[in-house]
């Protein structure tokens, strides 16, 4: 069951350095604009599921 949890802690995270990465790779060669506001967007999204997520188990005294 441990491996269960790590995997969903650690999901997102990847999820936001992948797209990360193919962010800073666009932008290095040129591409730019729209992209880059969606991206940011993706990534603000990826990051509050998961701190919701985390408030959530711990108000229901989970960890």
Same mark, same amino acid.
């Given at each position: 069951?441990?491996? !269960? ?24 060669? @040129?591409? %730019? &604009?729209? =992209?880059?506001? #969606? !991206?940011?967007?993706?990534? &603000?999204?990826? #990051? &509050?599921?998961?701190? /919701? /997520?985390?408030? %959530?188990? =711990?108000? /229901? @005294? @989970?960890?």
């Amino acid at each position: 069951m441990n491996a !269960v949890r790590i995997i969903e802690a650690l999901t997102p995270t990847i999820a936001i350095i992948a797209i990360a990465v193919l962010e800073t790779v666009a932008l290095s060669r @040129g591409i %730019d &604009g729209v =992209l880059f506001s #969606g !991206v940011t967007m993706i990534i &603000g999204a990826l #990051g &509050g599921y998961q701190v /919701k /997520k985390v408030r %959530d188990r =711990l108000a /229901k @005294g @989970g960890r």
